[in-house]
C-alpha cells in the first residue's frame, strides 16, 4: 500500500474548497440574478446627487486615515471608502442611515452596490440629446 504524500491531500483539500466556494458563489450569483433589485433598475450617474467630498473619503479625511476606493451613495450623495480600506466608510454608512444604494466613484468604473440585496448592478447609459447615447 502506497502512502500519498501530504502534500497531495492538502491539494486535494484546497481544490475541494475552492471549487465549493465557487460553487457557492455561482449558486448565489445566479439565485440573486432571477431576482432583479428594484434598488438598482435602469440608474444612471444622473440619479446620484452631487458628491459630497467627490475625491475623498469623509471620514478618513477627519480622521487622517487612507482609503483604497471611494463609494457614493444614492440617497445623500456621502462619499465613504470601500471594505477593502481600513474604515470601511461606505459599509459603516449603510448600516447607520439604512440607505441601500452606493456606486464607485472611481475613475472608469460604472458598477453599483444594493446593500439590501447584496447585489451588484451597472449604471446605464444616460441617452443624450436626440436620442444619442452618452457616458454617464
Not at 38 to 67: I, M, Y
Request: net charge positive; hydrophobic share 25%; aromatic share 6%.
Amino acid at each position: 500500500m502506497a502512502l500519498r504524500p501530504r502534500f497531495g491531500v492538502e491539494t486535494e483539500r484546497w481544490h475541494f474548497i475552492s471549487n465549493r466556494s465557487v460553487q457557492m458563489n455561482k449558486s448565489r450569483t445566479e439565485q440573486n440574478s432571477t431576482k432583479p433589485c428594484e434598488h438598482l433598475r435602469e440608474l444612471t450617474a444622473g440619479d446620484f446627487p452631487p458628491p459630497r467630498t467627490p475625491d475623498a473619503c469623509e471620514e478618513c479625511l477627519k480622521e487622517g486615515t487612507q482609503w483604497v476606493s471611494l463609494r457614493e451613495c444614492k440617497t445623500c450623495g456621502h462619499v465613504g471608502c470601500c471594505d477593502s480600506s481600513p474604515g470601511r466608510h461606505a459599509t459603516r454608512h449603510f448600516q447607520e442611515t439604512g440607505h441601500p444604494v452606493m456606486r464607485s466613484v472611481m475613475p472608469g468604473e460604472r458598477w453599483t452596490w444594493c446593500y439590501v440585496h447584496e447585489v451588484t448592478g451597472e449604471l446605464a447609459r444616460q441617452q443624450g440629446p436626440a436620442g444619442v447615447k452618452g457616458a454617464a
